[in-house]
């Protein structure tokens, strides 16, 4: 009991460890999602702070430079930005209407190869009756047989073009809306250029207070990214811990392994399959092994049974190995029991006064 409860702690222990990995890995695995994502969206506000700059400044210059010429030409860039936005709107509508009925195809497909392959199951399970009953041939069964895979498989690639045909209408949806996004920012800047070209020319203190801010929120946006990049270090001492914890859950690992090892002494196992012949210890005894290893229990092969006979040195010479011979025993008088001579001793021995040999059989 007590080797036992030490392997259930060592496995606790090691459950623990791993548990502990676990949660070590998901927290480095999300840390580092968070760091990245405050990365991107560093990068994306310095890129925002950047279009304002850029935006303020070709203002301003609008300002000082002010034409009709520039007013001509943003009015010109809010035609093609309408004109883009719109062709984005169509797009996404013929998009969405074309998303059904691929759909649709795919699915009415796959209803159509589950419909076959429950009708080629039905027919299989009617020909192995017929083929019971004696009516049909084997092959007929085994084209039965062919047919419900080949269905079956077809059901695999339907479903598997089902799931393709989702992901894909998924995409095309995203890309068009991504494109009617862009083109109504497009649309938003060219607006807000042709207000400003045509306000330019009384607003050129508030234009240029305008580039300051906007030259302020691109500094404090490129700080942002370097401190959202500096965060990134931390990601190494969460490996560190993740580290620490594989090194726990090895060193757990290697105790249970321990204690498992320990567990398998306290098992006294046969060297040999047999038949019990004596017990020398009952279950509950303590045994005192000393110098020597106490014998527990004693164990024949019953299948393998020998005899040793003593050969006088007057016969010995007839004797030869695989010889066959028959032998007899007092238990069974009357029956003759086969046997093959397997050893020879080579030195004699004396029994009663006479030179004999030891011969296995």
Avoid: C, H, W
């Avoid at 234009?207 to 990134?232: L, P």
């Amino acid at each position: 009991p007590d080797i036992e409860a030490q392997v259930a702690q060592a496995q606790a222990t090691y459950d623990s460890a791993q548990t502990k990995l676990q949660q070590q890995q998901a927290g480095v695995s999300m840390l580092s999602t968070q760091l990245l994502a405050a990365v991107a969206q560093a990068q994306a506000g310095l890129r925002s702070a950047q279009a304002k700059l850029a935006s303020a400044m070709a203002t301003e210059k609008l300002t000082r430079e002010q034409t009709p010429t520039e007013i001509l030409r943003a009015k010109n860039s809010v035609n093609s930005a309408r004109a883009a936005l719109s062709t984005a709107q169509s797009n996404l509508k013929q998009v969405n209407a074309s998303a059904n009925l691929q759909i649709s195809t795919v699915q009415e497909l796959l209803n159509q190869a589950r419909a076959n392959s429950a009708n080629s199951v039905i027919n299989l399970k009617r020909q192995q009756e017929l083929y019971k009953q004696g009516f049909v041939a084997a092959s007929t069964v085994d084209d039965a047989r062919t047919q419900s895979q080949v269905y079956a498989s077809q059901v695999s690639a339907a479903q598997q073009n089902v799931q393709l045909t989702r992901e894909k209408v998924a995409a095309d949806k995203q890309a068009a809306q991504d494109q009617v996004a862009q083109a109504q920012q497009t649309l938003e800047s060219a607006n807000s250029a042709l207000v400003s070209a045509q306000a330019a020319t009384t607003q050129y203190e508030v234009r240029s207070a305008e580039v300051n801010d906007a030259k302020q929120a691109v500094r404090q946006a490129e700080e942002a990214v370097r401190t959202a990049k500096a965060n990134i270090t931390q990601n190494a001492l969460k490996q560190q811990d993740v580290k620490a914890a594989l090194a726990a859950v090895n060193l757990a690992k290697a105790q249970l392994d321990y204690a498992k090892a320990q567990y398998d002494k306290t098992f006294i196992r046969s060297p040999i399959s047999g038949t019990v012949l004596q017990l020398a210890a009952q279950q509950g005894e303590t045994l005192a092994a000393g110098l020597s290893a106490p014998t527990l229990i004693v164990v024949a092969d019953l299948s393998k049974l020998q005899v040793d006979v003593f050969v006088d040195e007057t016969d010995i010479g007839k004797v030869k190995l695989g010889q066959e011979a028959d032998i007899t025993v007092d238990a069974f008088s009357k029956k003759k029991l086969k046997g093959k001579v397997i050893k020879i001793a080579s030195g004699s021995t004396i029994q009663q006064g006479v030179v004999t040999y030891d011969v296995t059989i």
